[in-house]
């Protein structure tokens, strides 16, 4: 959900349209598959009655929050008063510096985690709600200004926010994540593996941007007029030379 276009009612056509068309036409995925994988899974929950405990589990970064803002929305939208409603999100753990992935767990860490899950009532599904409208109207200002910070069940949600906000354009037109690629770039004679090995490490030590090699080669391949290729290799053109000078 952190990439495309939103509809602020989770599960209903149009949400499913406009995720439908992105797919398709961004990441050569076809509706079918995209149907398997994701609404066939996501659909399950519209009838959790039979289920005593939802578990969320998620981790710190933008990816995961806002997925876990859509998925609360789509639970309260679909809210059963007789299931309790829990969250795991992983991030700062004491004696370690990074904030930690679910994969830096050991199998033996996860009941550690599942009994320390967090408890999510009524209210903090609607104020995840709340947050997720906010999110999808992706108004730089109304962002900006919101208190994403106003609920201690969702603890890492202002955080993201912050990293979300340097998507928008700086005053070379470019994000951060756009820029940081021309750096890069610029930078050396890099492979478009390179490239991405690069950002995936820039992005583990200096933001909370959480994606995978699939959104950074998307962000790449975007930007090719402002680069060439010559054996492999990718060097900035001149319009590229222009955009990290301004």
Not at 39 to 57: G, T
């Amino acid at each position: 959900m952190c990439d495309g276009p939103l509809h602020k009612n989770v599960g209903s056509d149009e949400f499913w349209l406009n995720r439908y068309a992105f797919f398709e036409r961004e990441l050569g995925v076809e509706r079918l598959e995209y149907f398997d994988k994701t609404i066939k899974e996501i659909v399950k929950l519209e009838d959790v009655s039979a289920y005593r405990e939802v578990v969320l589990w998620f981790e710190f970064d933008l990816f995961c929050q806002v997925n876990l803002l859509a998925l609360c929305t789509y639970l309260l939208d679909n809210y059963v008063k007789k299931a309790n409603y829990y969250l795991v999100c992983t991030g700062k753990e004491k004696g370690k510096v990074q904030l930690q992935s679910l994969s830096d767990y050991s199998l033996k860490d996860y009941k550690n985690l599942y009994d320390n899950k967090i408890s999510l009532s009524k209210t903090s599904l609607e104020y995840a709600k709340e947050c997720w409208n906010v999110y999808v109207k992706n108004n730089f200002e109304q962002l900006k200004g919101f208190n994403f910070n106003q609920s201690s069940k969702f603890k890492y949600l202002q955080l993201a926010i912050n990293q979300h906000l340097n998507r928008f354009p700086s005053e070379n037109g470019f994000n951060q994540i756009e820029n940081e690629i021309l750096e890069i770039i610029n930078s050396n004679s890099f492979s478009e593996l390179d490239i991405v090995k690069n950002l995936l490490t820039w992005q583990k030590e200096q933001t909370v941007y959480g994606f995978g090699d699939m959104q950074y080669f998307q962000y790449l391949n975007k930007l090719e007029k402002y680069y060439s290729i010559s054996n492999k290799k990718y060097c900035l053109n001149e319009k590229g030379k222009a955009k990290i000078n301004q």
